[in-house]
Each structure stands twice: as structure tokens, then as C-alpha cells.
């Protein structure tokens, strides 16, 4: 395809037949793209009355109002020719006008059409107010932005679309003055445009009046010239006071991840697993994922993990002070969207960014605040919990990982309305192994007093006297597994009750699969994951009915909830000798476990990111090859650009105000 003809129209159902048959005609070897906006006429009808008889006519239908420069770049990134050009829908400059552009085009790279240049023939001139409101803003261009060009707003350029690629990025305005936008894209790429006198009319009949197009083109190219400058950092304030509505374009998602720990951290847990396996995910896609966490004893300040780029900073007290400092110095304006993770008190980001937040939380931490620390610390981490926190999140969308935390979260207040659960995946590498000889049971988790692992130790004690070799194994590191291990010794376990310590994924398989049940005392969790991963190894478990642990075991299912040490101690002996029922249990906890994949967790979580992003109207984001829309009428939150596409020839969509003209054959309704 030689040529790609772009015309973005607006409740243009009066003019734009005429400008489709004089293209038509002229552009035989192009593709023209009409891209129809917010229309409330039956601009769209008319344009698909026309492609039944020019193939090479393609309408891109988008029910928001995406103006002019939102409609041209949704027409760029669905172009198929080597040069791309633009043309208002009003007629204004002639069809054999723009293919002597389009020629130039070929010889220059970027041409644009001038109606104050030289040798330029205007047919029909404009009134004096709008004479007099273009040379206005035309010096505001050339002060503001050193754009050395007559005229900037006539409606008819060319580019080759490897110049367009390079820039189009950059460019977001959406309104009258995507133009300015566009040139002084490429005037920083160092690009060389030529502007050529042209033959030009002026139309009437305009849908918008002077008065709102002066002060839409003022307030755009004015956050245009503060995007580009110093200033830049208040962008995000001016649109709050003034909505220019940018149609931004994202080749992926740029996400910055707060966390306290990442992956590699001694003690990390579940919750950097979560992030982690997400996020990689969401790189191997083509986003873009930083991760600011703490430092730790032989850690690199800055290290590559799986395609997420580490940012470690201070300790596990001193990170939350130093993180928006180190935010502020070397990672602003270089993200989408804030990931802000909640490990018992977030990073309050609100306070040092602007950028659009989700706030991942795992569970409420009041009941733990309560139980394990001492006043008035524990007064101190509630009230930043369940009051501080809800007030500066409250514009913030939040996550949580399963329905227990989603139902706790409201009932202290935290949010505005229920938070959508995203749940965690289960690593693909999991399988079952043999079971070992000898009974066994499983714990693997972190070593905290509130998953009183203690409970488990001393349980053993009664176990052992009714099954004779009983062992527990205990897996995990964590600030308990000094008192853990005295525990044990204390009460003679020391040949039953074995501390494995950290065990690496790779061997996950074999802990998990050989034991005979997994075990939990937990007293609250955020999602019972170690327990999604024992059953995807074969394994049931025996748990208290904890928040977040009931919702992942189905009582006399895929495993045991119990309510008592007492009731825990009888549930493990009965299903140590049952061996039938056991069995059973394995087998419904193991075809429970394949529900749950990365790759689901990895989809939802990126669209509640994506979602977040609804500061303007329109953004469009880039998918391997496909390119969608997202905007905020739609039902559904993305929408690939080739599914507004209509099929005209086979379906012609027709209503009595539709001007048919002299195209016979074609009547109302299907043809």
C-alpha cells in the first residue's frame, strides 16, 4: 500500500460524502481512513454507504469523543502505507492538492500544506475574527515552541511512516492542536519538515465555535510547552484544572512496584512472590516494571531480575523515609502507574507523586497490630491502618487477594467500595512425587509468631502418642526459629518435629508432594497460597478456619478446617490412618489447585493497572502487533482497534437522514 489517507470526522455527515468521492477518485492506489468520533449524526452511515462501492475506503467507528488529534493518531496506527497523511473532512483542500503533497511526500519525508506561505492560493478565505485568531497563535507557536513554520493548522500533511513511528510516542494532544504537538515532536527528532504552498478553501459550516477552538488550542499547546520543559512535574495539576483530554499512546505499561522486600530478600514471603510473578509476566509482554524495595546484606543496589529492574534503598525501617526520596530524585516521570504495596502500612505515595496508584493489599493487619505488639505501637499501626490510610487512599483503586480480605477491608472502612480480588497463581513447576514411608506432615511459610507454628510443634506431642513415627517438617525462615527449635527441644521433639530452613522453588515439589498433609495454624492470612501449592503437589491440608485460609481449603473436600488445637489434633490422626479418605481428599485439593495460574493473576491485575489509567478519556496501548483502545464508556475495558472496524460492503447499516446520492442499487437496512 503506496498511500494512507487518514480523515477524522466529527458530526460531518453534511460534508463528508463529497470529500470521500473527490479522494475516491483521485486516490485510487490509497487506503482512506475515516475515523468517525463521537459523532450524534450519521456521519458513520454515510461513510459505510460509500465504502459498498470504494473497497479501498476503511471506517474506524470509536464512540468516545476522541477529537481531532485523538482520531488521527487512531488512524495512524491502523495504517497500512508507506506515507501517511491527514486531511480535513470539510473539503478544504482538494483531493488532487493532496496527492501533489503526497508526491512531495515521497521526496521529503514530512511535508505539510501552508496557507500563508508564499504562492499559496486561497479560494475562499476565512473570516477576518478567524484570520486574526490564526496569526495570533501562530506567533504564540513560533515564542513558545520555535516552530519556524507560517502555518501550522491547515489540515493536509504527509509523513513517510517510519517518521511517524518514531515520534507519535511522544505526541498526546487531542484537540485542534495536535498539529503543534506533532511538529515540535519532530522538530526534537531532529526531523526536517518542509512546508509547501497549497491551494486552500475555506468551508463553512464548522462544528465548533472560535471562541471554544481559541481556548482549547491556548490550553493545549500551554501544557505542551510546560510537558517539554522544567515544569514539567506540574502537568498532572494542570490537568486537573484544565481537561485538554490527551489521547495517550503506550507501546506496554510502564509500572513502578513499592515494595518492602523483593524476591531476592532473606525474608521474603508470599507477597513478593505474588508481585514478582506478575510482573515478570507483564515484562515478557513488553511493559516496562521497576521494583523500589530495601537493601540487605550482600545486595546490589540497583540488579535485573527476570526483566524487572531492582531499586533497593535503606532498611526495613529506614526504606519508607528514603523512598520518596529516591522516588523524587531518579525515578520521576518515568512510570504509568505506582504499584503500592501494603505490608501492614503502605508507602503513602500520594504524598510525593501525582501518578496515577493501586494499592495492593494482602490482608488487614488490625487483629495481628493487636495481638503482637505492645501498646501504644499496636494503637498506633491501627489507627494508620483503618483511618490515616483509608483517608489519603481514598481516590486510589485497591486490590486485595482473596474475599475474606476484600469483606474485612470494608467492614473497618478501608475503601470506598469493595476491592476487586485478584488471586494468586500457582507456579507450573509444582507436580506429586511419592509419598514418603513414614507419616509425615508439612508446614511451609514464614516463621512468625502470628502463624503459631507453635501450635503445630506442640500438637506433635499428642500426634506421636497415637501414630508411632509421626514426623513434622517445618519449611521457612523468619524471626520465630530460634524459639521454634528451643520449643521443640523442650518438649522432647527433637526426632519428630526437623527444621528444612529456606527451601528454593526447585524442591518445592519434593517437600510438598512427599508429605502425607500439609498443616496450618495460622491466624490470618491474605490467601492460604502454601496451601494452593501443597494440593498442586498432591498434598491436602489440615488448617484452622483462619481469614484467608478458609477461603482456600473446602471443609471435607480438599482438606480439614478445624477450630481447636484440640480439633486440629484429631482431624491430622484421623486422615493419617485413613488412607482412603485421604486419597480422596488429594485428589479434589489437586484438580482445585489447576484453577489458579500466574498467567490469569498476570491478566487481571494488568487490567485494574489499566484501568487506573482513566485520567483522560482515550489512551491506546500496544500488544504485541495489535494496537487497543481503552476509554472509559466502554463495558469492556479494551478494545482492539481492528474490532472498530466495520465491513461496509457487507454490511450497510442505513437510516432515512443517510444521503445515498447518486449510489443506485443500495437501499436502507442489509444489503
Not at 506432615?441 to 512468625?448: A, I, P, Q, T
Request: charged residues 20%; aromatic residues 8%; glycine residues 6%.
Amino acid at each position: 500500500m503506496k498511500y494512507s489517507i487518514i480523515i477524522p470526522a466529527y458530526n460531518e455527515a453534511s460534508r463528508i460524502e463529497s470529500t470521500l468521492r473527490d479522494f475516491a477518485s483521485n486516490f485510487p492506489e490509497a487506503e482512506l481512513i475515516v475515523v468517525v468520533n463521537g459523532s450524534t449524526d450519521n456521519c458513520a452511515n454515510t461513510v459505510r454507504a460509500h465504502a459498498y462501492f470504494h473497497p479501498n475506503a476503511r471506517l474506524i467507528e470509536v464512540e468516545e469523543r476522541v477529537g481531532k488529534g485523538g482520531a488521527v493518531k487512531i488512524g495512524m496506527l491502523s495504517a497500512n502505507g508507506q506515507l501517511v497523511g491527514f486531511v480535513d473532512a470539510d473539503g478544504s483542500t482538494a483531493a488532487r492538492e493532496m496527492h501533489r503533497l503526497c508526491t512531495l511526500a515521497e521526496k521529503h519525508g514530512a511535508v505539510i500544506g501552508s496557507r500563508w506561505k508564499s504562492g499559496a492560493r486561497v479560494t475562499e478565505a476565512q473570516s477576518l475574527k478567524r484570520r486574526i485568531a490564526s496569526r495570533v497563535f501562530n506567533v504564540c507557536t513560533r515564542i513558545m515552541f520555535g516552530l519556524a513554520y507560517k502555518d501550522t493548522q491547515c489540515g493536509a500533511k504527509v509523513f513517510r511512516a517510519d517518521i511517524l513511528k518514531r515520534v507519535l510516542r511522544d505526541v498526546d494532544t487531542a484537540n485542534l492542536a495536535f498539529d503543534v504537538d506533532l511538529l515540535f515532536a519532530l522538530k526534537r527528532a531532529g526531523i526536517t519538515v518542509f512546508e509547501e504552498p497549497t491551494e486552500w478553501a475555506d468551508r463553512s459550516g464548522s462544528t465548533i465555535s472560535l471562541a471554544i477552538a481559541s481556548t482549547l488550542m491556548f490550553t493545549a499547546i500551554v501544557r505542551l510547552r510546560l510537558r517539554h520543559s522544567f515544569l514539567k512535574m506540574v502537568v498532572p495539576v494542570f490537568d486537573r484544572l484544565f481537561q485538554t483530554h490527551p489521547v495517550r499512546l503506550h507501546h506496554g505499561v510502564r509500572v513502578l512496584i513499592l515494595n518492602w522486600r523483593d524476591v531476592e530478600h532473606p525474608h521474603a514471603g508470599g507477597a513478593e512472590t505474588y508481585l514478582h510473578e506478575i510482573a515478570r509476566r507483564w515484562v515478557a509482554k513488553g511493559h516496562t516494571v521497576d521494583w523500589l524495595s530495601a537493601r540487605f546484606a550482600g545486595s546490589e543496589q540497583q540488579k535485573t531480575i527476570d526483566g524487572i529492574l531492582m531499586h533497593r534503598v535503606g532498611n526495613r525501617v529506614t526504606l519508607y523515609f528514603l523512598a520518596p526520596l529516591y522516588y523524587l530524585r531518579n525515578l520521576r516521570d518515568r512510570y504509568d502507574v505506582i504499584i503500592d504495596s501494603e505490608n501492614g502500612i503502605p508507602f503513602f505515595s500520594p504524598f510525593f507523586s501525582l501518578k496515577k496508584k493501586v494499592l495492593v493489599l494482602y490482608h488487614v493487619h488490625r487483629a495481628v497490630f493487636l495481638s503482637q505488639l505492645r501498646a501504644p505501637f499496636s494503637w498506633l499501626f491501627v489507627f494508620l491502618e483503618t483511618k490515616v490510610m483509608p483517608f489519603i487512599y481514598q481516590r486510589v483503586p485497591m486490590v486485595t487477594i482473596s474475599q475474606d480480605t476484600a469483606d474485612e477491608m470494608l467492614r473497618v472502612g478501608i475503601g470506598r467500595n469493595r476491592a476487586p480480588v485478584v488471586y494468586c497463581g500457582v507456579d507450573a513447576r509444582l507436580h506429586r512425587t511419592a509419598k514418603s514411608a513414614a507419616p509425615k506432615v508439612v508446614y511451609l511459610g514464614r516463621l512468625n509468631k502470628y502463624k503459631r507454628i507453635d501450635i503445630l510443634i506442640r500438637s506433635m506431642t499428642n500426634i506421636c502418642r497415637v501414630v508411632p513415627g509421626a514426623q513434622l517438617e517445618i519449611a521457612g525462615g523468619g524471626p520465630e526459629a530460634e524459639a521454634l527449635q528451643q520449643l521443640t527441644r523442650d518438649l522432647g521433639l527433637a526426632d519428630n518435629v526437623t527444621f528444612l530452613g529456606y527451601v528454593p522453588d526447585e524442591a518445592k515439589s519434593e517437600v510438598l508432594g512427599s508429605a502425607w498433609l500439609f498443616v496450618m495454624a495460622s491466624e490470618m492470612e491474605g490467601w492460604g497460597i502454601s496451601i494452593i501449592e501443597a494440593n498442586a503437589c498432591g498434598t491436602p491440608a489440615v488448617a484452622f478456619a483462619s481469614p484467608g485460609v478458609r477461603e482456600a481449603v473446602s471443609n471435607a473436600v480438599t482438606g480439614m478446617l478445624v477450630h481447636s488445637q484440640q480439633e486440629f489434633e484429631s482431624s491430622v490422626i484421623d486422615l493419617l490412618h485413613d488412607h482412603q479418605q485421604r486419597s480422596r481428599l488429594a485428589g479434589a485439593a489437586f484438580q482445585n489447585s489447576l484453577q489458579y495460574n500466574w498467567d490469569r493473576a498476570s491478566d487481571e491485575m494488568l487490567e485494574v493497572v489499566i484501568g487506573a489509567l482513566m485520567d483522560a478519556r482515550v489512551h491506546l496501548f500496544r500488544h504485541g502487533n495489535t494496537w487497543s483502545i481503552l476509554a472509559r464508556n466502554n463495558q469492556k475495558l479494551i478494545r482492539p482497534l481492528n474490532e472498530l472496524e466495520s465491513s461496509p460492503a457487507r454490511d450497510v447499516i442505513g437510516a432515512a437522514e443517510v444521503s445515498l446520492g447518486k449510489f443506485e442499487g443500495v437501499s436502507h437496512g442489509r444489503v
